[in-house]
């Protein structure tokens, strides 16, 4: 399968906050049925303040977004520390599957719904519902047609390419999409996702460095 690349700017991530992302100092993300902003980068995040809650603290802020989906059954899967915010990954109980990600300010714990394709790509649990600005024509439903087996090979395949030295972990399904964890020297680097569709690839540019991992699993649910 050919992988087409996307590679979106700051421009494009801006107009994806935007137009819809949430976040809350409480760890609660906007209104669940209407997908309401709740603020933007410049005011939920607060990259290079003074201070960082810990990833105890965000590990628990994860843990409040994932109980307070209105219809139950999610968790929160993993968080990870980055230099620049905490990643958190929410996953349903019953299935496995992936259902959105979060990022959680370093300073403030505040939250949003991760730019890019846990907005544009999430068929299931995106706040424009999968279709934000058209979804630069990705509204594809029902099964993946890009299996996981052949998302790790698109994204390793991108990493050959652009990030020299790096391996791409098991891809993790979310509804659409797959997010794919890379390393070096094995070490976790970075993340980027590809399409279940169209096998397209959006690189998570907004992390910064790696810090450290709490995988959650079944422990997290409340």
């Known amino acids: 399968m050919r ?5 979106f700017g700051v421009g494009a991530v801006a107009a994806s906050l935007l137009l819809g992302v949430a976040g809350i100092a409480t760890g609660r993300i906007g209104d669940w049925s209407t997908g309401a ?12 303040g003074a201070g960082n809650i810990g990833m105890d603290r965000a590990v628990k802020v994860a843990q409040d977004v994932a109980a307070s989906y209105p219809t139950g059954g999610l968790v929160a899967d993993e968080v990870i520390e980055f230099s620049n915010n905490y990643y958190a990954s929410i ?9 959105f990600e979060v990022l ?3 300073t403030t714990g505040n939250v949003i719904r991760e730019p890019g394709p846990d907005m544009m790509w999430n068929t299931k649990y995106s706040p424009m519902g999968g279709d934000m ?9 029902g099964p993946m047609t ?15 390419a652009n990030q020299g030295g790096a391996s791409a972990k098991t891809a993790d399904p979310f509804y659409g999409y797959y997010t794919v964890d890379f390393e070096r020297n094995g ?6 996702s590809v399409n279940g569709y169209s096998g397209q690839v959006w690189y998570h540019s907004w992390h910064g460095t790696f810090i450290q991992v709490r995988d959650l699993g079944a422990s997290s649910a409340t």
Do not use: C, H, K, Y
């Open 146 to 160: 890009v299996t996981g087996q052949q998302a790790q090979d698109i994204a390793q395949q991108w990493l050959n």
């Open 187 to 192: 070490t976790l680097v970075g993340m980027l």
């Open 37 to 48: 902003p709740g603020g933007m980068m410049g005011t939920v995040f607060n990259v290079g």
């Open 3 to 7: 992988s087409r690349v996307l590679i």
């Open 133 to 141: 600005m058209g979804g630069f024509g990705f509204t594809d439903s």
């Open 91 to 99: 996953r349903e109980q019953s299935t496995g599957v992936g259902a």
């Open 104 to 106: 959680i300010d370093r």
